[in-house]
């Protein structure tokens, strides 16, 4: 529908005419802009006429929440306070110079994406197959094509690993906005041991302009090898204090 609605505006408001009118400025330029939920981010619109006229020069909305506009002579200045993912959608830059009228669209992204991670078991263990999960928790937008999981081991994606599922579900939100959270499942190969020490789930999000990534250790990849070298180091030093008692007490002089 907004796509429709803005390919329509030319129609209705007019096309440029080079060496007439003027040139109409969008910053940010990207016709894309991400935002994160509960930031703010500003938009400006600039028009200079070439005959030095006074430029019009305002910001419009396309079935979406505007925000806080202020417009002068020549320039519109659009605040998008606190983000909510409500406020994304297509923004319009409207200018004019006398009877010329030009457009510039922006298409806001909001997105929610924070460090919040869990994963699953509490514990791998060495030697067979096993089933590792990782969730992200409150994020949006989690289609595949934006939200990636993945499994590294040294930086690398972790070889032989085997995808068994994904699955979306809504999380409970006290406003209106609608956020998700995302598990995904593998199935691990046999791991080695002492077991890989450093072991990740891996959850990107990529969107025009912006990519993001967090990373959680999966539980007892690390701390396992950790424990089993010091109940190794436990047992050696037992059995190193027992051995030294039984010399001691064999070689100490008899009591007469």
């Not at 009228?101 to 992204?109: C, E, H, K």
């Amino acid at each position: 529908m907004e796509q429709g609605l803005a390919l329509l505006f030319p129609l209705f408001l007019g096309l440029l005419q080079p060496g007439r009118g003027g040139r109409l400025d969008v910053e940010p330029p990207e016709p894309e802009v991400a935002v994160a939920v509960g930031e703010s981010r500003q938009f400006t619109c600039r028009l200079a006429c070439a005959d030095g006229r006074a430029a019009s020069v305002q910001w419009r909305g396309l079935d979406t929440t505007l925000g806080s506009v202020q417009s002068g002579v020549g320039s519109s200045v659009l605040w998008v306070h606190n983000a909510s993912l409500s406020a994304a959608g297509t923004r319009v830059c409207v200018g004019s110079c006398g009877t010329f009228t030009y457009q510039r669209i922006v298409r806001l992204l909001v997105f929610a994406f924070p460090d919040q991670l869990t994963v699953s078991p509490e514990a791998l263990v060495a030697g067979r197959d096993q089933e590792v999960a990782c969730t992200a928790h409150n994020v949006s937008p989690a289609g595949p094509d934006v939200l990636s999981m993945s499994l590294l081991l040294g930086g690398q994606e972790l070889e032989g690993v085997q995808t068994l599922d994904r699955d979306m579900t809504d999380e409970p939100q006290e406003g209106e906005d609608l956020l998700f959270h995302v598990t995904e499942r593998w199935l691990l190969p046999p791991l080695g041991t002492p077991m890989p020490p450093i072991l990740h789930c891996q959850v990107t999000m990529s969107l025009p302009g912006l990519e993001l990534s967090h990373r959680l250790p999966i539980p007892g990849s690390l701390s396992s090898s950790a424990a089993l070298w010091t109940g190794s180091l436990v047992l050696g030093l037992l059995l190193l204090v027992f051995l030294i008692y039984r010399l001691w007490k064999r070689c100490r002089p008899s009591r007469r």
